[in-house]
C-alpha cells in the first residue's frame, strides 16, 4: 500500500517553514520518512537553503525529484520576503500555500497535508477570520468545527483542547454539553480511524483547580463535563472524568487513558510540550483528510538563523504517513 | 545553628497523612530529614502504622524521641475516624491540628510547619471559608493573603499560581495589576529569604493561548500583566513576559528563570505535577514563618491501604529545614 506524496505547506516564509521542511529532507532516511514535497516561496526556500531544490508542477512528480532534491510546487514566489520580518505579504503567501496544500490532499493528489508554521496576528491583518489553521481546513473539507478536533500527540501523550483559540473570559460561555461530546466523539473515532485502536479511553479533564472540587470552584465540571461523559458513555464510548487537571500528566496517570480532553487550550497543551517540546504534533482529527503540522509557531525571532530544530516536522510528516497508511489498510479491508 | 523541631499537621485523618508522615519518619536517615513530629490524631495515625509512635507534649520533646519513635502531638484523639471516610469530625480534627501546628511555629517552639493533605470541601462543609489552607495560614500569620504566594517547587522547576483556588470564569476580574505585582514582589521576596538567590528571575505566563496572541485572543496580557511587569522591573526586579504558557515548561526554557508565575491554578500546577509528581512541594512565600507542604491532595481512595507515597513529605521535610536554616543563618548574619 503506497501512499500519494505528501504536500508541506512552508507556513509564513518569514518563519521557519522553508528551513525545517529543508532539514526534514536531509533527514529523510534517518527517519524513514516518505515522499513529501514542499508548497509554497522557492526564494524563501533557497535563502534558507543551500542545498539541492527542484521545482514541481504536481505531486507525482515529487517522488522522482525525491532522492535528489527537495521537491517544491512554488507559490507567490518574490524575493521580497527577509527572514524574521513578516509582512502581509509574507501572510498571504503563507495562505495561499496552506490553501493549495490543502485543495491538494483533498483532490487526493497528495496523500495527506503538513502544514507549516503561521503567524495568526498576520493573518488576522489580512482577513483571515479562522481561529487557526485547524478550522480553516476543516471549514476547506466541509466539516463544521466543532465536530473536528485538534489533538495533539507525542511519544507518551495525546491531547485534545475542546476550546482552542479563545481568550480564557469566553470558555465558561463556549464550553457547552454539545461541545464537550462533539469534541469527545470525533476524538474516539479519530484515534481508531487514525491509530487502529479499536476502543479508545478518553479521559476528560476539569476545567476548574481541582476539577471544582464537587461544585465548591465552580460548577463546570458539574452542569456540563459530567452530563457530556454520561452522553458520550451512552453512546458506548469509554469516556471518564472530570478529573483535576493538574494530576491527569505524569506517567502512571498517562498510562489510563488513550487521549485527555481538556476544556483549555493550556490544559491540553503544556503537559504535551512540556515533555515532548521537540517532536508534538497537531493532527486534526474529524477530516476526510489527514493533516497534520508541528506543534510550534513561526519562531520569527530566529529565523534564517539555521538554529531551528525539525524534529517536530519530521514527527509531523511521520504521523501524517502512519494515519494515511492506516486509513487506506482499513478502507481497503472494509472493501474486501 | 539548629532549627527546632519541624511541625507536620496530619491533614484529615481520614486520609492518607497519617501513613506517610510514619512512612516519612521510617525514611528519615536515608533523607538525612530534621527532627520533626505529628499533629494530629493518635488512633488514626495508630492505625495506619502498627510501628512505635511516641505521644508529647510540647515540640523540644520530639529530639528525644525521634530516633526511636514516630513523636507525635495529639488533638481531637477519638477512634471513630475509618481510613477513606471523611466526616466533619475528621475536617475539624484536620483544621484543628493546622491551627495548633501554625500556633507553634508563630510561637517558635516548632522550626517550621509542614502542612498534611485536607479535604476543602470537607472543611467549606464546616465553615471554613478561606480559599486553602495557603490563606489560612496567611490570616493566621497577619499577612494579606494577596502578599503571600502559593509557590510550588521540584527539583527543576518553580511556579507561583497567581490565582489559586478560585472559579476559571472568576479569573478575568481577580486578575488585577495590582494583585499580579504583590504575587511577583512575595515571589522575588521569597526565593531571596528562602532559596538564597540574590537576584531572582520571574517568568510571567499570559493567560490566553499563545499570550493572547497580540490581543487578538484576549486582551489580559496587554491590559494588565504587561504593566504589572514594567512596575516590577521598575522597582529593581527581573521580571519578563508574559510568555505563552505552553512553550514555559520544556527544558531549556525551564533553565531561563528561577519562578515561573502563572495566571491560573492549572497554568502552574499541571507542568510541576507532570514532570515532579512524587516530589512537588508547596511553600507559602511572603509569611514570617516557614511554611512547606506535599503537593497533593488526601487521596482518600487509596487511604488505609499502606500504597500511599511519602516523596513529596518527605521533600516537603527536606525543603521546610532548608529554607529555616537558610533565614537562621541570614538573620545571624545580618545581626552580626
Not at 500555500?97 to 489580512?126: F, N, W
Not at 461541545?179 to 479511553?201: Q, Y
Not at 531551528?308 to 516536522?313: I, K
Request: charged content about 20%; overall charge negative.
Amino acid at each position: 500500500m503506497t501512499i500519494n506524496p505528501i504536500a508541506v505547506s512552508l507556513g509564513d516564509p518569514a518563519g521557519i517553514g522553508p528551513e525545517i521542511l529543508a532539514k526534514s529532507w536531509r533527514e529523510r532516511d534517518n527517519h524513514t520518512l516518505p515522499v513529501f514535497f514542499g508548497v509554497g516561496d522557492e526564494h524563501a526556500l533557497k535563502k534558507a537553503y543551500s542545498g539541492p531544490v527542484e521545482v514541481i508542477s504536481e505531486p507525482r512528480e515529487a517522488g522522482e525529484v525525491f532522492d535528489n532534491a527537495v521537491p517544491l510546487l512554488p507559490v507567490n514566489t518574490n524575493d521580497r520576503t527577509t527572514a524574521g520580518q513578516p509582512t502581509a505579504e509574507s501572510a498571504r503567501c503563507a495562505l495561499d500555500s496552506l490553501e493549495l496544500a490543502v485543495g491538494l490532499a483533498r483532490s487526493g493528489a497528495a496523500g495527506a497535508v503538513v502544514t507549516g508554521p503561521v503567524s495568526k496576528a498576520k493573518l488576522y491583518d489580512i482577513g483571515f477570520s479562522h481561529p487557526g489553521q485547524t478550522e480553516f481546513v476543516a471549514e476547506r473539507c466541509g466539516v463544521a468545527r466543532e465536530n473536528a478536533a485538534m489533538m495533539l500527540a507525542g511519544p507518551t501523550l495525546r491531547t485534545v483542547p475542546i476550546t482552542t483559540h479563545i481568550p480564557v473570559r469566553d470558555v465558561p460561555q463556549v464550553l457547552t454539553i454539545e461541545l464537550v461530546v462533539r469534541k469527545g466523539r470525533a476524538a474516539a473515532r479519530g484515534l481508531t480511524r487514525n491509530f487502529g485502536i479499536r476502543r479508545p479511553r478518553l479521559a476528560f479533564a476539569g476545567l476548574n483547580p481541582h476539577a471544582g472540587e464537587y461544585g465548591t470552584i465552580g460548577r463546570e465540571e458539574i452542569d456540563v463535563i459530567a452530563p457530556a461523559i454520561e452522553m458520550l458513555r451512552s453512546e458506548g464510548i469509554d469516556a471518564s472524568g472530570p478529573f483535576a487537571a493538574d494530576t491527569l500528566f505524569h506517567e502512571a496517570a498517562r498510562r489510563s487513558y488513550d487521549c485527555a480532553l481538556c476544556p483549555t487550550h493550556d490544559q491540553a497543551l503544556i503537559p504535551l510540550k512540556t515533555l515532548h517540546f521537540d517532536e508534538g504534533v497537531n493532527l486534526t482529527l474529524g477530516l476526510p483528510i489527514v493533516r497534520t503540522s508541528p506543534d510550534h509557531g513561526t519562531a520569527f525571532q530566529i529565523a534564517g538563523q539555521g538554529k531551528a530544530h525539525p524534529g517536530a516536522t519530521i514527527a509531523a510528516i511521520g504521523l501524517a504517513a502512519f494515519c494515511a497508511n492506516h486509513r487506506a489498510v482499513s478502507e481497503a479491508a472494509a472493501a474486501a
